[in-house]
């Protein structure tokens, strides 16, 4: 089956530097994104990973080793809009999104 | 970048009446556009794919005669909420691929049902 893990919320501190974990199985591979979602809002593109190694942008960087079914999310910098919900999607074979329930990650000042 | 609207940004319904909502591609042309619904605290569930010129493709699950999808034109998916009830009260969005590969998807803001 296809499955996502990623934990279920993480605490850090304003101007601090946080990683988020995601393990995947899917059926098929066809690349992964990191998506930002406030309460209440869609979800906001930030990276989109399909080779190994790490993306850099700005204050984020992803990073994906396909081999071990891995990705991070590195946001360094911490802001208190940084709250929100980071959301793990690989795209399978089919071209299709599959979601996890996401990270909630609350910056403390 | 890549701007897809959707509209109400929020509606409340009796039980019973049907509610639609529109997706629409600002400045790109959408194939193919997917529509998600939410519930709170939950990931996002496909519901459908929708297919401009055919029908669309409803997941496992999703009862297409309830939710009627029309894809329109390269610009504008409808999702028909029909016979509304309580229970499908939710936050329901809309996507749609930029690229040729569907490599980017850019997300349309919501629409929050409310069905009362």
């Known amino acids: 089956g296809q499955n996502i893990d990623q934990p279920t919320e993480m605490t850090a501190t304003e101007g601090a530097i946080v990683q988020i974990n995601c393990t995947y199985q899917?059926?098929?591979?066809?690349?992964l994104f990191w998506y930002q979602q406030h309460a209440g809002e869609a979800p906001t593109f930030l990276s989109y990973?399909?080779l190994d190694g790490l993306e850099e942008k700005g204050r984020f960087s992803s990073f994906l080793s396909r081999s071990k079914g891995y990705s991070y999310l590195l946001l360094k910098e911490l802001q208190m809009k940084d709250s929100a919900s980071y959301l793990c999607a690989p795209m399978d074979s089919n071209y299709q999104l599959i979601w996890g329930a996401g990270t909630k990650l609350i910056i403390k000042p | 970048g890549a701007v897809v609207s959707q509209h109400p940004s929020w509606v409340i319904c009796k039980s019973g009446t049907s509610v639609k909502i529109e997706c629409r591609s600002l400045d790109f042309q959408a194939t193919t556009m997917f529509w998600y619904r939410q519930f709170p605290k939950q990931s996002l569930m496909l519901m459908a794919t929708s297919n401009e010129g055919s029908k669309a493709t409803y997941e496992q699950g999703v009862e297409k005669d309830k939710f009627l999808i029309n894809h329109a034109s390269l610009t504008l998916s409808t999702l028909t909420v029909t016979s509304a009830h309580p229970e499908d009260s939710s936050f329901y969005i809309c996507s749609a691929p930029t690229g040729a590969t569907t490599e980017e998807q850019y997300f349309g803001p919501g629409t929050r049902l409310t069905v009362t």
């Open positions: 899917t059926s098929g591979f066809n690349g």
């Open positions: 990973n399909v």
